[in-house]
């Protein structure tokens, strides 16, 4: 399975951004699709998850503000990201699993940067 991740960029605090990711290769083995973050210095945390059947899960510092989709008809999972903060500052990674933890395969990660 090959993840490619898009959509990262600057954002003002208060503003939004909408994350993309596609996959590709075996995709009838994935069942969760997500993603994680990792703020320099601090280790990965997850970010939100979405199962094959849209079951959906959030960390709970993105609660209400971020949007987790799929479509598995295309293979693409997005993530709406509203009402960003500076702590949102973060390499994201999409990540996709066999099970409901989407970490068996990853994409490269997107910079999003919230200035202040």
């Known amino acids: 399975v090959q993840l490619q991740a898009s959509g990262g960029g600057l954002v003002q605090a208060g503003g939004s951004l909408r994350l993309s990711c596609a996959a590709s290769?075996?995709?009838?083995?994935?069942?969760?699709m997500g993603w994680y973050r990792q703020a320099r210095g601090k280790q990965r945390e997850f970010v939100a998850r979405?199962?094959?059947?849209?079951?959906?899960d959030y960390a709970d510092s993105v609660k209400g503000r971020f949007a987790i989709s799929r479509d598995n008809a295309k293979s693409t999972m997005s993530l709406q990201m509203n009402r960003l903060k500076p702590e949102d500052t973060a390499v994201y990674y999409c990540?996709?699993?066999?099970?409901?933890?989407?970490?068996?395969?990853w994409g490269q990660g997107t910079l999003v940067t919230v200035s202040s």
């Open positions: 990540g996709a699993g066999r099970s409901i933890t989407p970490a068996d395969y």
């Open positions: 979405i199962t094959r059947d849209y079951i959906t």
């Open positions: 290769g075996n995709i009838f083995s994935i069942n969760a």
